[in-house]
């Protein structure tokens, strides 16, 4: 296990330049990928606006989610009513399919029962949601970050859905179809990319949650307060019978094995199947559960894969890169690094991850303030999400966007980092913007 080397000075009482995204960020986020979904939270106004601003200035997208606020008398008699009359607008007003009721600290500050109260709405309207899902979960500001958020939303989802399935959670399973749990880190283009590449070995393939519909560009008109892509219920129905799993991402692993130990259905963890190791592993997994070679295509992407590695080796030699990503991103950038042999990584996660055992040492739990010492040390490339490029600039390091949020680049949901192809496009991009250093002092 990889040792944890926290940087950050005891000393410090506060972030500066923060990293952190609220977990509230994340459990919206997963929502986006469900169809005629309606995240509803428990807050101030101010926060939900917050939520929904962050996610529509990343995705350049309209962004489902509504708010029951909390106000002085909540505090007296309690906010059970107004949790009630908020379930019953929006299910007579809006027919959504999924109902997520997210706690955040302000209802923990208020001591309200969340899930109590949409458990008493359930029972006395179950006539309502018998083909719909209807769940409650916290996920206060003060722990976690966006990773853990969107990962406990997935979670919460499946455990409803197995409650709800019934009998028809034990159905038979078939071999062409299996199961896809994307994390947080991956772009809808990357989950798009994922389904193509399982679909052309023939397999059928059921995601949760499903971005790359939902939040990669359309030209729908008119205005609906649900999610107008993702994966629809009476299809995410039929992922019990699926005959496996494959999920990306540790934070992620926990719901694939709800589903082993529930339903029996084996998996397999991956952590961001970028780079020629893991874009490797996934094709042998694809082929053989499908039990055929699968589309020539894949031959001569990794070759051309192999031939860029040769190609942008040079730039990638001796260099230093430092990066402020969640766990699981980070883990997928570096292992994309290693395989190109580059000196030395360093970077920030935002809070304490599983993920941070597949890291190595000088990897702190800190914010872009912590970064920005660590590309002193002669940092070579900056990644991090848009907040980090003022910084980067003023020390005339190169810089990359990624993560969360990306609001000063165009097209980023779009971009493609996974598989043969997606890793080939990654390291060119990575190789020009590190030769741009060089052509700064020519």
Not at 36 to 65: D, M, N, W
Not at 148 to 154: D, E
Not at 238 to 244: C, D, K, Q, V, W
Not at 391 to 403: D, F
Request: hydrophobic letters at 35%; glycine letters at 8%.
């Amino acid at each position: 296990m990889a040792r944890v080397n926290n940087e950050i000075p005891p000393a410090k009482p506060w972030p500066i330049n923060p990293l952190r995204v609220s977990q509230a960020v994340g459990g919206v986020l997963a929502l986006q990928g469900i169809y005629r979904s309606v995240p509803v939270l428990h807050g101030a106004e101010g926060c939900t606006e917050s939520v929904k601003q962050s996610l529509a200035r990343h995705f350049r997208e309209p962004i489902s989610v509504q708010n029951i606020a909390i106000h002085e008398q909540n505090l007296i008699f309690g906010g059970s009513q107004s949790i009630h009359d908020m379930l019953q607008h929006v299910t007579s007003e809006y027919q959504p399919d999924v109902i997520a009721l997210i706690g955040t600290s302000l209802t923990e500050v208020v001591g309200e029962d969340l899930l109590g109260a949409v458990e008493a709405y359930y029972k006395l309207h179950k006539e309502r949601f018998h083909d719909r899902l209807l769940l409650g979960l916290y996920l206060p500001d003060y722990e976690g970050s966006l990773e853990s958020g969107y990962a406990q939303t997935v979670y919460c989802v499946l455990q409803k859905l197995l409650r709800s399935s019934g009998r028809r959670s034990r159905s038979r399973k078939r071999t062409s179809r299996i199961n896809l749990l994307p994390g947080s880190h991956l772009t809808p283009g990357d989950v798009m990319e994922l389904k193509e590449m399982i679909a052309s070995f023939g397999i059928e393939v059921i995601v949760l949650p499903d971005l790359s519909s939902s939040l990669t560009g359309h030209l729908m008109t008119g205005y609906t307060p649900l999610t107008r892509g993702g994966v629809p219920l009476d299809y995410l129905r039929e992922l019990p019978s699926s005959a496996y799993t494959i999920v990306i991402g540790r934070s992620m692993e926990p719901c694939a094995r709800l589903l082993e130990e529930e339903l029996g259905i084996p998996y397999r963890l991956f952590h961001g199947v970028t780079g020629l190791c893991e874009s490797d592993e996934l094709i042998l997994l694809l082929r053989r559960l499908s039990g055929n070679e699968g589309p020539n295509k894949y031959r001569w992407q990794r070759q051309f894969l192999l031939d860029c590695m040769l190609d942008t080796r040079s730039a990638f030699r001796g260099r230093h890169v430092v990066a402020a990503l969640e766990g699981d991103h980070l883990v997928s950038v570096f292992q994309t690094f290693k395989e190109m042999g580059i000196r030395r990584f360093s970077g920030v996660v935002p809070v304490q991850s599983p993920a941070l055992e597949l890291l190595p040492p000088g990897i702190s739990v800190g914010d872009l303030d912590d970064l920005e010492r660590l590309a002193m040390d002669e940092g070579d490339l900056w990644i991090s999400n848009s907040y980090g490029a003022e910084r980067a600039e003023q020390q005339h390091t190169p810089y990359l966007p990624a993560g969360f949020p990306v609001f000063n680049r165009f097209g980023s949901p779009a971009t493609t980092s996974v598989g043969y192809r997606g890793t080939a496009e990654l390291l060119c991009l990575y190789a020009n913007t590190l030769i741009s250093k060089e052509r700064m002092y020519l």
